[in-house]
C-alpha cells in the first residue's frame, strides 16, 4: 500500500461548484498532513496546512480523520483559477521528509 | 522570504553527456535540501537528501553515482545527472527547509525540465 493515497480525477466542476478530494493515508504516527498546489509545469505550493483540529482558510477547508486516515480537502465556490493538481502530502515517520501522493486534478469549467 | 532559486528551468542535452542543476536558498540557510523527480501524471518523488558538509543520502533505488549531489553551502545544492539518457528526461526540482517558517518549512524551486535526446 502507498503512504499516501489519492484519486488522480480529473475532477471537471463548474464555477462556483463545491468539490472535495480525499487522501488516504498509512502511517497512523503522521501528526500533520499539507495540500499542496501545483499547476502544469511548475512547483508546488502550499495551499494549506491539515492539523487535528482542521483548518479553514477562505473557500478552502482541511479536515483530518485519524480513524480512518484520511485528510480532505474542500472548495467552496470554485474559481477557473483553482484548476491545477492538488498533492496530499504527509512527512515521513521520524523523518523530514515529505511523501507525495499523485495529486487530483481539477479542472473548473465556465 | 524563503525563496529558493533553481536553475537552469530547462535544459535540453545529448545522450551520454551531464548536466548540472543547482539549487539557492536565497534568503535563508538550509544545511537541507531535498532533490525531487516527476515524471509526466506522476507525483514528486524524493530522489536523495542533500546535507551540508557530508554526504547526500539517496532513497532506495536511485543511483548516487548518476545523480552526484553536492552540498558544499548553506545556499546552494547541486545535482549533476551523469551520463544522461532519454529515459532520465523528467521533472526536477529542488526544495529546502526553513525552520523558522510555517508548514515545517519547505520551499520549492521552480524546477528544471530536462530533455535527454
Known amino acids: 500500500r502507498k503512504e499516501v493515497e489519492q484519486d488522480p480525477g480529473p475532477f471537471n466542476v463548474p464555477e462556483g461548484a463545491t468539490v472535495a478530494f480525499n487522501c488516504t493515508y498509512s502511517n497512523s504516527a503522521s501528526q500533520s498532513f499539507f495540500w499542496y498546489r501545483q499547476d502544469c509545469r511548475k512547483e508546488p505550493k502550499l495551499l494549506m496546512s491539515v492539523y487535528s483540529s482542521g483548518n479553514e482558510d477562505g473557500r478552502f477547508t482541511a479536515q483530518l480523520n485519524r480513524a480512518s486516515q484520511y485528510i480532505s480537502l474542500l472548495i467552496r465556490d470554485s474559481k477557473l483559477s483553482d484548476s491545477a493538481t492538488y498533492l496530499c502530502v504527509a512527512p515521513k515517520r521520524n523523518t523530514d521528509k515529505l511523501i507525495f501522493g499523485t495529486g487530483t486534478r481539477l479542472q473548473v469549467f465556465p | 522570504g524563503a525563496v529558493v532559486s533553481q536553475h537552469p528551468s530547462w535544459v535540453i542535452c545529448k545522450s551520454g553527456t551531464s548536466v548540472k542543476i543547482e539549487c539557492r536558498s536565497l534568503d535563508f540557510q538550509a544545511t537541507t535540501m531535498f532533490w525531487y523527480r516527476q515524471f509526466p501524471k506522476q507525483s514528486l518523488m524524493l530522489m536523495a537528501t542533500s546535507n551540508e558538509g557530508s554526504k547526500a543520502t539517496y532513497e532506495q533505488g536511485v543511483e548516487k553515482d548518476k545523480f552526484l549531489i553536492n552540498h558544499a553551502s548553506l545556499t546552494l545544492s547541486t545535482l549533476t545527472v551523469t551520463s544522461a539518457h532519454p529515459e532520465d528526461s523528467s521533472f526536477y526540482i529542488c526544495?529546502?527547509?526553513?525552520?523558522?517558517?510555517?508548514?515545517?518549512?519547505?520551499?520549492f524551486g521552480s524546477g528544471t525540465r530536462l530533455t535527454v535526446v
Open positions: 526544495s529546502a527547509r526553513d525552520l523558522n517558517r510555517d508548514g515545517l518549512g519547505y520551499t
